[in-house]
């Protein structure tokens, strides 16, 4: 069995940051997004994986995840000329897939529980095709699949105004090999409206033809941080639940942490507290600052004299002399935030790269 996992995505909801960087590789609890569903597809034990990419990113995504050795996998890197749904990014992988069955794992979502349940259903049951269904209050806002009492897919809907039940589809889709066939033939799937290969299409293809679907449940917790406010969220959640509290360097007696903090390697610190659930990167500086609960600062940066919390900061950013808290923000890397007598009100960024502001 192979996976695909795509980076190609535009990231408009992620503006400004994606202007200058592709959005799976912003950071969340002090990893690159991608990270999160490249370590559920090796930890389910598939170890070929299709890395799409769309033209300019192929450099910039093999500098930033190498071959997969280090996650004992191995990437091939595949091209989607033009971002024309998610159907057309298992379509490019075809001749990548040949006769074996797939996955194809978004990008951006994260499956915290891991994924080895769903590949184990579909790996012992042998299904044409299989969707997970998770329970979602504003199921609304996404896919809903209509299915019978055996689990079977009888249908799947967009963004229904009156959802049919409280399930909703995550980003993980499974196929055999006869999902090719959709794309072919006189009958074959046709773009949307908005011009895009709907990913709905190539399941409702296969039960037309008679193919057997799936539709199992997915009972961990799933993350979409597709926007700003989710991206905190996830940030948040993970800190919470997953952060491991392992300090690498030595701390003076000026520094109070209290929580679960963990700091890598070269990180210096001055007068400071420490509030977790935190995680501070290699060769960070702080100094005469709070930082946490719920703050990720990526490697590099720099923050003095100021309080932050609830955040995530990336790599590069420097901090300093702000008067305000700097509370639920995201800035982008090499990003520099300094106070020139500025008010006192909370501070709510949310900044792209190399930025310079001044308050």
């Known amino acids: 069995m192979k996976a695909i996992i795509p980076t190609g995505g535009r990231g408009t909801r992620m503006q400004p940051l994606t202007f200058s960087t592709n959005k799976q590789?912003?950071?969340?609890a002090n990893k690159p997004l991608v990270h999160y569903p490249i370590e559920a597809v090796a930890s389910a034990g598939i170890s070929d994986i299709a890395i799409t990419y769309a033209p300019g990113w192929l450099e910039y995504i093999k500098e930033?995840?190498?071959?997969?050795?280090?996650?004992?996998?191995?990437?091939?890197?595949?091209?989607?000329?033009?971002?024309?749904?998610?159907?057309?990014?298992?379509?490019?992988?075809?001749?990548?897939?040949?006769?074996?069955?797939?996955l194809m794992h978004l990008g951006d979502n994260i499956f915290v529980d891991g994924i080895s349940d769903l590949v184990a259903h579909f790996k012992k049951e042998k299904p044409n095709g299989m969707i997970a269904k998770i329970k979602h209050?504003?199921?609304?806002?996404?896919?809903?699949?209509?299915?019978?009492?055996?689990?079977?897919?009888?249908?799947?809907v967009e963004k229904p105004k009156r959802p049919p039940n409280e399930y909703a589809v995550p980003g993980i889709y499974f196929f055999d090999n006869n999902v090719f066939d959709c794309f072919k033939g006189k009958d074959?799937?046709?773009?949307?409206?908005?011009?895009?290969?709907?990913?709905?299409?190539p399941y409702k293809w296969l039960i037309k033809k008679g193919f057997r679907v799936d539709v199992t449940e997915y009972k961990g917790r799933w993350l979409d941080p597709g926007k700003f406010n989710d991206w905190i969220e996830a940030n948040e959640y993970l800190?919470?639940?997953?952060?491991?509290?392992e300090i690498k360097v030595r701390l003076g007696k000026s520094i109070k942490v209290r929580g679960r903090v963990s700091i890598g390697k070269g990180s210096k610190f001055t007068n400071s507290e420490l509030r977790g659930p935190t995680i501070i990167g290699e060769k960070v500086s702080v100094k005469g600052s709070y930082i946490g609960p719920y703050t990720s600062?990526?490697?590099?940066?720099?923050?003095?004299?100021?309080?932050?919390e609830n955040s995530v900061?990336?790599?590069?950013?420097?901090?300093?002399?702000?008067?305000q808290?700097?509370?639920?923000?995201?800035?982008?890397?090499d990003t520099s935030v300094v106070d020139e007598d500025g008010p006192t009100d909370c501070l709510k960024l949310f900044v792209g790269e190399k930025c310079e502001i001044k308050i």
């Open 25 to 28: 590789f912003i950071s969340v």
């Open 64 to 102: 930033k995840l190498g071959t997969g050795k280090r996650w004992g996998v191995k990437f091939t890197y595949i091209l989607q000329e033009k971002p024309i749904g998610l159907a057309n990014i298992f379509q490019v992988c075809e001749e990548y897939m040949g006769s074996e069955p797939f």
């Open 137 to 156: 209050p504003e199921n609304w806002r996404l896919g809903v699949p209509i299915f019978d009492k055996k689990g079977r897919l009888k249908d799947y």
């Open 188 to 201: 074959k799937i046709k773009p949307s409206r908005r011009g895009e290969y709907e990913i709905l299409e």
């Open 239 to 245: 800190l919470d639940k997953k952060l491991k509290p």
């Open 297 to 308: 600062v990526g490697d590099g940066c720099t923050i003095e004299n100021s309080h932050v």
């Open 313 to 323: 900061i990336m790599p590069g950013v420097t901090i300093k002399n702000v008067k």
């Open 325 to 333: 808290p700097i509370d639920e923000s995201l800035i982008g890397a």
